[in-house]
């Protein structure tokens, strides 16, 4: 059937593509472009399609400069970025260890602890902030990286993911690993983390988009300016309507989507191959 | 090379006995072929042995030594698993080598003893390829290869031919018998297959339900099975059974659907009327034209032999191998000889041996 219809069907795919990809780039052309002109030009709505190259400069000094008073573009980032990297990061290593346990260990509660972890799926940061703030602040963590990080970490989602993974696993490779001499380690090391590693690439992909987007929880937890993250550093830039200068906001936008992007487009290449190089 | 002793070993799964006491010995380079229907215990006897498993009861004793409550991998045991259990993401030398470089031996150490096993299996030009790339048949070998360098106690092949295709069986069947022999291991084989059964042991346990119903050679089983149940299990097509009772002084039965069958080996116990179960290959049962009128209900032409499935008068089944084509006819006319009888009691279904 597709061989029949072949270029009718090419054309109508390819239109609704090309319409679909169109409706996604445009806002984001329009960030760029806005970032190129005059704050004032925006202000007024007379935003123009075509970026005027010379406003470029805008960029290097949101970088270094920041706006309206605020942190320096560069730390922000950093900041976003440590903290991205952190949540994927710890995530993973605590979901596959606690995944690790509860698909491959018999002990007692077993499933009683699966569970409990399953259970947190309900209670995500946004349920529980005032206890979790509280509690970091019971632990003097307010304002701090880790207070910033720590509490996103603990993930039910990851844990259920990875335990599926390790389910689809036949139970002979674990055994003929453990004839080969393997402790428990040494499996997880060896054996487990390179056979799920198109699984932990996709997850680190969306682990980190997810941490790199994290609003509320910084609104709270880092009142420091030091401690700002990007998402968070655009929403402080806008003030009153005249005073925003939309030039700098939308060029801190830009700036914004670079790192997420950079590790979706890095990121994708290696899980697509890890898929495709999979045994089945 | 090693000895292996098992001593009335038992495994439960919660209320479910799945070994029934195991009592086996085997001698150093021995390769022993457990077969039996899926369920009766050979996995798990075989797993028990490996360490996957821990037994409910009883003693495993390698080479003297007691390894009952030992780790796998401290038990110098290496195992073939039916789905080769090959790890995915590393070569073929990778996957070979792996126990060794746990054991922590010398990197030449390695490289030599995997070199060596690559020759000897034909994997030399395979060993930069990752699973996925290779065959059925040269997976197969891989795992084996990984057995191999090991050098183990004892070599442990759980059904490991029966993911492949019938030709590469054949051929993989020989290989294995060639490799131990040569090797020299001591080798338990564990398989549902028949003629993997016969054709690899030095000797054979065959088990039922949890329990070892005989051990012995393979031709010793196919000659005399201990009971119907080996009789019926072991030879293709399936022995033929026939109810009769004892009769002239033990030394005839009388068959159920009528004739009279002296017994050309010798006399059987028991006194006259004792229900038997009389037992015949479809090899030894021989077209005569005055015989038993047999109704054909289904012919199998195997090239070289035919194999007819047809009904006795009193409705028993009845199975007939001969060589050559079959007769174009719906009825046959069989004769069942005094020679090649097996003769069982019926409520045990053990065999009875002549008594002179």
């Given amino acids: 059937m597709i061989g029949q219809s072949r270029n009718g069907t090419d054309w109508l795919a390819h239109g609704v593509l090309l319409l679909g990809a169109l409706l996604f780039i445009l806002p984001l052309w329009l960030m760029f472009a806005g970032s190129t002109q005059d704050s004032a030009l925006i202000s007024r709505g007379e935003l123009s399609m075509l970026p005027n190259l010379a406003g470029l400069g805008v960029y290097a000094d949101v970088l270094l400069h920041g706006a309206s008073g605020g942190p320096p573009v560069w730390r922000m980032l950093l900041i976003s970025f440590g903290m991205?990297?952190?949540?994927?990061?710890?995530?993973?290593?605590?979901?596959?260890?606690?995944?690790?346990?509860?698909?491959?260990?018999?002990f007692p509660l077993r499933m009683f602890c699966f569970w409990t972890i399953f259970v947190t799926l309900m209670l995500p940061v946004e349920v529980r902030i005032i206890p979790t703030f509280s509690v970091m602040a019971d632990l003097n963590m307010v304002n701090t990286f880790p207070g910033l990080v720590v509490p996103l970490i603990a993930s039910a989602t990851a844990t259920l993911l990875f335990r599926q993974t390790f389910l689809a696993i036949p139970d002979e490779l674990m055994e003929a690993a453990r004839m080969d001499g393997a402790g428990p380690w040494r499996f997880l090391k060896d054996i487990l983390l390179p056979v799920s590693a198109a699984n932990l690439a996709a997850l680190f992909v969306i682990l980190f988009v997810l941490g790199w987007n994290q609003y509320l929880w910084p609104l709270l937890v880092a009142t420091d300016q030091g401690l700002t993250p990007v998402v968070l550093g655009i929403v402080q830039m806008i003030g009153t309507e005249s005073a925003t200068e939309w030039n700098k906001v939308m060029a801190t936008g830009v700036l914004a989507l670079i790192p997420p992007v950079v590790v979706v487009i890095l990121m994708q290449r290696w899980f697509v191959k890890g898929l495709t190089e999979g045994e089945k | 090379m090693a000895t292996l002793v098992l001593d009335g070993l038992r495994k439960s799964f919660g209320a479910v006995n799945v070994l029934k006491g195991i009592d086996l010995s085997l001698a150093s380079g021995e390769m022993l072929v457990i077969v039996g229907a899926s369920g009766c215990g050979k996995s798990t006897l075989m797993r028990l042995i490996a360490g996957l498993e821990t037994p409910s009861a009883g003693q495993i004793l390698l080479d003297g030594r007691d390894v009952t409550r030992l780790d796998p991998s401290a038990r110098d045991i290496a195992m073939v698993f039916q789905n080769y259990a090959l790890y995915p993401h590393m070569s073929v030398f990778d996957n070979m080598s792996y126990g060794l470089r746990i054991r922590g031996m010398a990197k030449d150490d390695i490289h030599n003893r995997v070199q060596e096993a690559a020759v000897l299996l034909g994997l030399g030009a395979l060993l930069d390829r990752k699973p996925r790339q290779l065959s059925g048949g040269q997976r197969q070998r891989v795992a084996m290869g990984r057995a191999i360098v090991r050098e183990p106690k004892l070599f442990l092949f759980d059904e490991p031919l029966s993911n492949l295709d019938a030709t590469l069986?054949?051929?993989?069947?020989?290989?294995?018998?060639?490799?131990?022999?040569?090797?020299?291991?001591?080798?338990l084989y564990v398989t549902h297959d028949q003629v993997e059964a016969m054709t690899l042991g030095d000797r054979l346990l065959v088990m039922h339900q949890g329990i070892p119903v005989q051990l012995a050679t393979p031709m010793e089983v196919f000659e005399r099975p201990a009971n119907t149940y080996v009789a019926g299990f072991?030879?293709?097509?399936?022995?033929?059974?026939?109810?009769?009772?004892?009769?002239?002084?033990?030394?005839?039965?009388?068959?159920?659907?009528?004739?009279?069958?002296?017994?050309?080996?010798?006399?059987?116990?028991?006194?006259?009327?004792?229900?038997?179960?009389?037992?015949?290959?479809?090899?030894?049962?021989?077209?005569?034209?005055?015989?038993l009128p047999m109704q054909i209900d289904l012919i199998e032409p195997l090239g070289s032999e035919t194999v007819i499935i047809g009904r006795l008068e009193g409705g028993d089944m009845m199975s007939v191998k001969l060589a050559g084509a079959a007769p174009a006819s719906e009825t046959m006319s069989i004769a069942i000889g005094a020679e090649h009888l097996h003769v069982f009691d019926a409520e045990t279904g053990l065999r009875l041996d002549p008594t002179n």
């Fill in chain 1, 84 to 106: 991205a990297m952190a949540v994927a990061i710890g995530k993973i290593a605590i979901s596959v260890i606690s995944a690790y346990a509860v698909t491959f260990f018999r």
């Fill in chain 2, 169 to 187: 069986r054949v051929t993989m069947r020989a290989e294995i018998r060639r490799l131990q022999r040569r090797m020299g291991v001591t080798s």
């Fill in chain 2, 234 to 291: 072991i030879g293709a097509p399936a022995m033929n059974f026939l109810p009769a009772t004892l009769s002239h002084g033990g030394t005839a039965a009388q068959l159920g659907i009528g004739p009279l069958i002296p017994f050309a080996d010798g006399k059987r116990p028991g006194a006259d009327g004792r229900t038997l179960t009389i037992g015949l290959r479809p090899e030894h049962v021989l077209p005569a034209p005055d015989g």
